[in-house]
């Protein structure tokens, strides 16, 4: 089979190298792909957005499944696109990927069909939304209505914090259209946990759980990122709290989804939060996360190509999808200053023998050496029969690993390991 990839992070990484374990997979395109991505598969400088020529490339080559990795392509509809002219896709069609390219779509969504989540309000001028802050509970959470890279979603820690929230995504359009409306929501508190689901729209296949860490500096301080790293399983994701996500958040969502004409074919990713009245939805996600990926499909035991095809297919409740009874550590290896200003083209050297453990985000072949390119440009990630273990593995991968401006959390996992403690 000939199989293309759209998309060119650390994600597309840890999926194209999964990918490669199945015998039919005789060649990989990732479109665009990245410089260390093209150790396994072969890059085309196609952007990810570029549905016109994804679409292309795919008929001219002949392309027997496409995988459709980011948010942007999926939300523009280019598994739409791809479907018209008689190609296979794992990833949902644009009017269900809605789910997460509207946060108003979603919230309404939930609101409509009695699935956890905060209280909120929409709103679409400033004047408005300003005039409901004055007597809104604080902390607030504010939240462009379309995609923003990840970065749309400001928690205000005081009134002025959200005045200024606001004011940033709407008056000065930081995130451009994706803020011409705003939702405000309630500050929910507990652990967060993250779920990726395979779903072919009738049956939803749970994967292993995970924690992501978001803020820049050890200790949860400096700014919010895009993941400085992952640990799956989630201790707080317990058999209790599975079950209930199960009955009243992921099947209740396909269902309100197929009601609504939207019926949604891929990966789900459901964002939670364990509050005192049990699970809510923070956030979906119409796709792998990442880097919750990058600990997620390590540890993934049944072949992922034949799951996507029948997820593609609709043959999930006929298909076995396995998981280890292990733990797996991702680190993130980012350029100092990340996710602010940062120094690019700084050599990176990764001994042969951890490549295998390695997932490429931001970086480019320069004079045929790798160079840092982006703010996270590596994810190290490691699997072991304990947290413990695979935390010690990682971390020793990484002191192995050098770039210049290298830059890692010190404490990934360290709430993980506490929490396993109490148990």
Avoid: W
């Avoid at 309630?186 to 994967?207: H, I, K, Q, R, Y």
């Amino acid at each position: 089979m000939k199989i293309l990839v759209v998309g060119g992070g650390g994600r597309e990484h840890a999926i194209i190298k999964k990918l490669k374990e199945n015998p039919k997979a005789e060649k990989i395109y990732a479109l665009p792909g990245n410089g260390g991505i093209a150790r396994d598969a072969e890059c085309v400088n196609i952007g990810a957005k570029d549905i016109d020529s994804i679409v292309t490339f795919a008929y001219e080559n002949r392309i027997d499944y496409a995988v459709v990795a980011p948010d942007d392509p999926l939300v523009l509809g280019c598994v739409d696109a791809l479907e018209a002219h008689g190609i296979p896709c794992f990833g949902p069609r644009a009017n269900a990927a809605i789910i997460e390219g509207s946060k108003v779509f979603s919230k309404n969504l939930m609101k409509k069909y009695g699935i956890p989540t905060a209280a909120y309000e929409v709103f679409d001028s400033v004047d408005p939304a300003l005039a409901y802050l004055e007597n809104a509970p604080i902390p607030a959470v504010i939240k462009a209505d379309g995609l923003a890279l990840g970065k749309g979603v400001i928690i205000a820690q005081t009134r002025e914090e959200a005045y200024d929230a606001v004011r940033t995504i709407m008056s000065e359009r930081k995130f451009g259209a994706s803020g011409d409306r705003i939702v405000i929501e309630e500050f929910l508190e507990g652990p967060e946990v993250s779920v990726l689901a395979f779903t072919d729209g009738n049956t939803v296949v749970p994967m292993v759980s995970s924690m992501d860490h978001k803020r820049a500096l050890d200790c949860d301080k400096g700014l919010n990122t895009g993941g400085m790293g992952t640990i799956a399983p989630n201790p707080f994701y317990t058999r209790d709290i599975a079950r209930r996500c199960r009955d009243e958040i992921f099947i209740p969502t396909v269902k309100a989804m197929n009601a609504e004409g939207r019926t949604f074919k891929g990966c789900l990713y459901f964002g939670l939060m364990i509050t005192n009245d049990g699970p809510k939805v923070i956030e979906y996600n119409c796709r792998f996360g990442d880097p919750e990926t990058q600990v997620v499909l390590p540890l993934m035991k049944s072949d992922l190509l034949d799951t996507m095809i029948a997820v593609t297919q609709g043959r999930l409740a006929e298909t076995s999808v396995e998981f280890y009874d292990k733990c797996a550590a991702c680190v993130i290896m980012a350029s100092q200053g990340y996710p602010e200003h940062y120094e690019k083209g700084y050599e990176i050297t990764i001994p042969e023998d951890e490549a295998e453990h390695v997932y490429v985000a931001g970086a480019a072949l320069k004079d045929g050496a790798l160079v840092n390119s982006g703010g996270r440009v590596l994810g190290v990630t490691r699997t072991a029969p304990t947290l413990k273990e695979a935390l010690e593995l990682a971390y020793g991968s990484v002191r192995r690993i050098h770039f210049a401006n290298a830059y890692y959390r010190k404490d990934i996992g360290k709430k993980a390991l506490e929490a396993g403690d109490k148990e």
